[in-house]
């Protein structure tokens, strides 16, 4: 079956614009995660959603980064007036199920966002 | 102290070499681990789980000393197609909501 679907796949901004990015995730996946991954860093947990519970955003970074869940399927990252930091590659996954043991994270190809 | 630390390497091998990662952590009372694999500019992808004392998968074995805080992930008769980067992944909580990953040790392997 499909796997993780991320668009746009590459997304170069200039500094303050606002990004939109998008995730779909396996259907069925109650789950959704969103990282990041910068330049010689490990991945950055971000956020993730669980069903209709709220979401743990714990580890966004700043007030700039919002992310929605709509129909508990397809989920949008946004980041407004962006910064050269922010420059990195944003990995989205779903699983089955977060909590109890462990359901395996399905990733997807990921945005490669470059803020100029 | 770092919450996963790998040596970024790179590891270079011949084939069929062996070769061994270690991966510290902090948090003495993480239970269960990952190993993830990550091809260049690819998605990672789960790679190994290690619940108890270890695991082994074919020419893959991850061996877990909770005393040291440290698993590691040994490879047998190394492929050319082995040649990637290999995440440590410790959860943070118990629920597995949230994932520290390591930065990874990469690994190159040559005919």
């Known amino acids: 079956g499909a796997g993780v679907s991320q668009s746009p796949s590459n997304k170069v901004t200039e500094k303050g614009k606002d990004v939109e990015l998008r995730c779909d995730p396996i259907?069925?996946?109650?789950?959704l995660y969103w990282y990041r991954q910068s330049l010689g860093q490990g991945l950055e947990f971000l956020i993730y959603?669980?069903?209709?519970?709220?979401?743990?955003k714990s580890g966004l970074p700043s007030d700039r980064f919002s992310a929605e869940r709509t129909g508990g399927s397809v989920s949008t990252l946004t980041i407004q007036r962006t910064q050269q930091e922010d420059s990195a590659v944003y990995l989205c996954a779903s699983s089955l199920f977060a909590g109890g043991d462990y359901n395996e994270q399905f990733f997807g190809p990921g945005t490669r966002l470059t803020v100029l | 102290r770092k919450e996963v630390e790998q040596d970024p390497g790179p590891f270079n091998v011949p084939e069929g070499a062996t070769v061994a990662f270690n991966c510290t952590y902090s948090n003495s009372a993480s239970q269960s681990f990952f190993w993830y694999r990550q091809d260049c500019r690819k998605e990672p992808k789960l790679l190994m789980s290690v619940y108890s004392s270890g695991n082994e998968d074919g020419r893959f074995t991850a061996q877990l000393n909770r005393a040291s805080q440290y698993i590691s992930l040994l490879i047998r008769d190394s492929k050319l197609s082995d040649s990637a980067t290999y995440l440590c992944v410790v959860p943070m909580n118990t629920g597995f909501q949230k994932l520290v990953f390591g930065t990874g040790t990469r690994l190159l392997v040559s005919p």
């Open positions: 959603f669980q069903g209709n519970s709220a979401p743990d």
């Open positions: 259907s069925g996946h109650t789950a």
